[in-house]
């Protein structure tokens, strides 16, 4: 009886642990570390010239400023988008289905596919002909991600980053918790009709050069328990009750049975 005690109360204490190496982000290969020199380069890996290329749908925020007199400046005129107090989703270009915006007076420029710097250079040559020294500045306004699951805090949030990674979404939601599966981690992608469905792993270094590396808006990362969780919450709980239930019984048992006092 005592040793089938000990052996449900080992079991129960070592379900409990999750190993380091499930924990671990962007860890080296086994045996890597030991072998690394110190204060120097060890690995080189290739994330890409990574530029998010707008699309039917995207809102930004475009500014322009000139040295124009106010009374001929027609963007001054019809106001800055992103003004104090104002919403600047509502205020924002949207890029409407065939992929264009339209400024005033100026008319439609198409920036579907573009990226944000060559939609600023874009939008730059189609007002220099109107203003004087024109400088433009342009920002992507609705860039959402929702992460799900073992993070500290579940929901939505906005970057103004157009080249975010994985890896800053998961430490802008307070970090992944101690039961999350970083091997096998969800993105769901919408590209226009077709939503994709990929796994990634966060324990692996190479992920700096997956596809999935860096986020696109909306998208959608679900983050997996371990089955240790299920474990440790359910059943080690129905183990450790168990063993007390077991343990008041032994006692009972040899305080009044046969052979006791």
Do not use: H, W
Request: proline letters at 6%; a negative charge; glycine letters at 8%.
């Amino acid at each position: 009886m005592y040793r089938l005690l000990v052996g449900l109360l080992l079991l129960t204490l070592f379900s409990q642990c999750v190993p380091v190496r499930k924990q671990t982000y962007l860890q080296e290969r086994p045996g890597e570390l030991n072998n690394y020199p110190k204060d120097t380069v060890v690995k080189t890996l290739y994330a890409g010239d990574y530029a998010y290329s707008l699309q039917p749908g995207d809102i930004l925020s475009i500014k322009i400023a000139s040295l124009t007199p106010e009374e001929y400046d027609f963007f001054s005129q019809a106001g800055s988008t992103g003004a104090e107090g104002e919403d600047p989703l509502l205020s924002g270009y949207l890029i409407d289905p065939d992929g264009n915006i339209e400024l005033p007076v100026v008319g439609e420029i198409e920036l579907q596919g573009l990226s944000l710097p060559e939609a600023r250079q874009k939008i730059f040559q189609a007002v220099d002909g109107y203003l004087k020294s024109p400088t433009v500045r342009v920002k992507l306004l609705n860039f959402n991600y929702t992460v799900l699951g073992e993070v500290a805090q579940q929901g939505t949030f906005t970057t103004f980053d157009p080249k975010y990674s994985i890896m800053e979404a998961v430490g802008n939601a307070g970090g992944l918790s101690e039961y999350a599966d970083r091997a096998n981690v969800k993105i769901v992608r919408r590209m226009g009709e077709q939503v994709d469905i990929a796994f990634v792993n966060l324990l692996d270094d190479e992920l700096i050069e997956s596809p999935y590396f860096y986020l696109k808006p909306n998208d959608l990362i679900i983050v997996r328990p371990l089955k240790a969780k299920t474990f440790n919450t359910f059943t080690a709980r129905n183990i450790a009750l168990g063993i007390s239930l077991l343990t008041s019984l032994t006692l009972i048992f040899l305080r009044f049975g046969p052979g006791g006092n």
